[in-house]
């Protein structure tokens, strides 16, 4: 024990911390979802016949987009039940 920190208990509420920091980076993804499918209903409303081939891509995008949020939410996952750092100790 350091200063009469039990280490564990660091490490979990540092763990903790990371999940919550990890799970801000669920915004970045939503802003840009919400501003791609914001565009994809402007473009079908200036040119409805390409709507099919607008809206594949802005699918495509927003999955890509989104595997950020995920990513982040595995992270954060295993920060707080699977946590690694635990057995180090």
Same mark, same amino acid.
């Given at each position: 024990?350091?200063?009469?920190?039990?280490?564990?208990? !660091?490490?979990?509420?540092?763990?903790?911390?990371?999940? *919550?920091?990890?799970?801000?980076?669920?915004?970045?993804?939503?802003?840009?979802?919400?501003?791609?499918?914001?565009?994809?209903?402007?473009?079908?409303?200036?040119?409805?016949?390409?709507?099919?081939?607008?809206?594949?891509?802005?699918?495509?995008?927003?999955?890509?987009?989104?595997?950020? *949020? /995920?990513?982040?939410?595995?992270?954060? /996952? /295993?920060?707080? !039940?699977?946590?690694? !750092? /635990?057995?180090?100790?």
């Amino acid at each position: 024990m350091v200063d009469g920190m039990d280490p564990k208990a !660091f490490v979990l509420a540092a763990s903790a911390l990371g999940a *919550g920091v990890a799970m801000i980076a669920g915004v970045g993804p939503g802003i840009g979802q919400g501003y791609a499918a914001g565009k994809a209903a402007e473009a079908v409303a200036r040119q409805p016949e390409a709507r099919s081939v607008i809206i594949q891509t802005m699918l495509l995008g927003q999955a890509v987009a989104e595997t950020t *949020g /995920i990513y982040s939410l595995v992270i954060a /996952i /295993i920060l707080m !039940f699977a946590n690694p !750092f /635990i057995r180090l100790l």
